[in-house]
T-cell receptor, first 110, second 113 residues
Framework: TQLLEQSPQFLSIQEGENLTVYCNSS?????LQWYRQEPGEGPVLLVT?????EVKKLKRLTFQFGDARKDSSLHITAAQPGDTGLYLC??????????FGQGTRLTINP | NAGVTQTPKFQVLKTGQSMTLQCAQD?????MSWYRQDPGMGLRLIHY???????DQGEVPNGYNVSRSTTEDFPLRLLSAAPSQTSVYFC????????????FGPGTRLTVT
């Protein structure tokens, strides 16, 4: 059973469209991180959210942490081909363990 | 800074063979960890270390051993490889604990036949 469920698992859209990726759990997390991974490379951190209800923006990317700290979303506005990649959410379980969702593979078509 | 380095990049083993995956970081990070990544399953924590001489198990520790004799190095040992251990392995480090930014290495793709 996956502790963190990401949806959708695959998403293919046209350049310029908007999209939202969800990361849901029945457990409370002390923090939640979003990573992006390119083929053949390790994940790279995009953002960390720690407060329930927190919203962070990174250019065209908006990240939100749920009020109850059990879920998060990533919204991309006007997607570009450079946004293509595997997006992973990860929840902090205490101070020492990080639990990852299964990932959302995003493809932006020109 | 080189960041997190992993060797080898690719490895093929036969069932029952042993090997060590190397991981090193030059950022003086206290926390280091090993993950495996399988299709559709994200990354799963194998073992982690909060400092030299201290290691603990993650979600999927069976079949793997680790040690942390220095701050910089955190090798992962497969004692008797099994086909179920075919995966991509990532080493990561962070300043202090899981809630901090994890810096990942480039990964080792392991195939066990």
């Amino acid at each position: 059973t996956q502790l963190l469920e990401q949806s959708p698992q695959f998403l293919s859209i046209q350049e310029g469209e908007n999209l939202t990726v969800y990361c849901n759990s029945s457990s409370v997390f002390s923090s939640l991180q979003w990573y992006r991974q390119e083929p053949g490379e390790g994940p790279v951190l995009l953002v960390t959210v720690v407060t329930g209800g927190e919203v962070k923006k990174l250019k065209r990317l908006t990240f939100q942490f749920g009020d109850a700290r059990k879920d998060s979303s990533l919204h991309i506005t006007a997607a570009q081909p450079g946004d293509t990649g595997l997006y992973l959410c990860a929840g902090g379980r205490g101070a020492q363990k990080l639990v990852f969702g299964q990932g959302t593979r995003l493809t932006i078509n020109p | 800074n080189a960041g997190v380095t992993q060797t080898p990049k690719f490895q093929v083993l036969k069932t029952g063979q042993s090997m060590t995956l190397q991981c090193a970081q030059d950022m003086n990070h206290e926390y280091m960890s090993w993950y495996r990544q399988d299709p559709g399953m994200g990354l799963r924590l194998i073992h982690y270390s909060v400092g030299a001489g201290i290691t603990d198990q993650g979600e999927v520790p069976n079949g793997y051993n680790v040690s942390r004799s220095t701050t910089e190095d955190f090798p992962l040992r497969l004692l008797s490889a099994a086909p179920s251990q075919t995966s991509v392995y990532f080493c990561a480090s962070s300043y202090s604990g899981a809630s901090y930014e994890q810096y990942f290495g480039p990964g080792t793709r392991l195939t066990v036949t």
